[in-house]
């Protein structure tokens, strides 16, 4: 597919991730109606993928780029200059965004003092505790409003700004697109979220092990990232509680030698911010039944361990996959 002279280009990177890259694909294909008011280009940059993603792309038509070996920013980068759009998409192949998607794009990036927009991601229609008490992370968002963060698995930028920061930071194993947006703002860009640009991810984490994985690759880059600034009294608790919670689960390991009256108090810290969080989890969803409050709990504590242990241990993308049950990659 040309992407000569396209309004938007939506870019897809992927990695043994056939099914979902199809549904993916037919989501954004049941935006037709787009098609009357824009032209829209598809790019799947394909991470090196041994099932059939590349093929199933092609099928879609979209164009393909073969990237074995870069990270995802890379990817995203690479996807990007493949187009001309004056808009650049960005969505993951374990997103179905909805059909009214690309025309709400366009609306909200023709004002010209937005440069980039998205919105939170939704849970799937069949979501499991985990997931759902996962969920509750997530901001509730009823219109459009300022934002510090997007996603990049739902998010769109104006060309001219991405190219001025210069893109992704394809160093970063993770939270790059923390960074990208860190960067926008700082260049003076305006951020907006918006519950039109609804998308559903199908990559929650079905189980506790797929959390605490995800979570400790996750976590991996969320320090060196958000010190990098602009700093905000919203982004410090991100920073400060997983030191403090690793500080607390290494007085613990020490019990013996520290003495156990320290290593409860430890425990006590450590317990206070996952009561904390799993408060916030739960004010933001009224009737919840007591099963899920201390779902929110049990989650909200892995959720913690998972980020305070990522400060000293590494997880690979691979590891993240493979505890969430999918197809090993190379």
């Known amino acids: 597919m040309s992407s000569a002279g396209t309004d938007i280009a939506i870019v897809i ?19 037709r109606h787009a098609a009357r008011v824009a032209r829209v280009a598809v790019v799947v940059a394909d991470n090196g993928s041994t099932d059939d993603s590349a093929a199933v792309a092609l ?16 990817l995203r980068n690479r996807g990007a200059k493949e187009t001309s759009s004056r808009l650049i998409a960005f ?23 937005v440069a980039a927009t998205g919105a939170p991601y939704s849970q799937a229609p069949d979501a499991n505790w985990v997931q759902r008490a996962y969920h509750r992370f997530r901001p509730t968002l009823t219109q459009q409003a300022p934002a510090e963060w997007l ?42 979220a918006d519950p039109r640009l609804r998308s559903i991810h199908l990559g929650d984490p079905r189980s506790l092990r797929a959390l605490f994985f995800g979570e400790l690759w996750r976590g991996r880059d969320n ?41 409860m108090a430890a425990g006590l810290v450590f317990a206070s911010f996952t009561v904390v969080r ?27 361990l998972a980020r305070a242990l990522s400060l000293v241990t590494r997880a690979t993308h691979r590891t993240r996959r493979e505890a969430a049950g999918e197809r090993a990659v190379a």
């Open 13 to 31: 990177p992927v990695r043994n991730d056939a099914t979902r890259l199809r549904r993916c694909l037919e989501a954004i294909a049941a935006n």
């Open 59 to 74: 099928a879609a038509g979209a164009t393909v780029l073969a990237l074995p070996q870069e990270r995802v920013g890379e």
């Open 91 to 113: 969505v993951d192949a374990d997103h179905l965004v909805d059909s009214g998607w690309i025309a709400a794009a366009l609306e909200i990036l023709s004002d010209s003092t």
């Open 151 to 192: 996603g990049s698995g739902n998010l769109i930028v104006r060309r001219t700004a991405f190219e001025q920061i210069g893109g992704f930071d394809a160093s970063l194993q993770a939270c790059e697109d923390v960074d990208l947006c860190n960067r926008l703002r700082a260049a003076g860009h305006r951020l907006v």
């Open 223 to 263: 320090i060196r990232v958000t010190l990098r600034g602009p700093v905000t009294l919203r982004a410090l608790p991100s920073v400060a509680i997983p030191i403090v919670d690793l500080a607390c689960l290494a007085l613990l390991a020490t019990a013996a030698w520290t003495g156990w009256a320290i290593a």
């Open 278 to 304: 799993a408060a916030k989890m739960s004010l933001s969803t009224a009737g919840l039944a007591v099963r899920d409050i201390a779902g929110n709990i049990v989650v909200a504590a892995v959720y913690d």
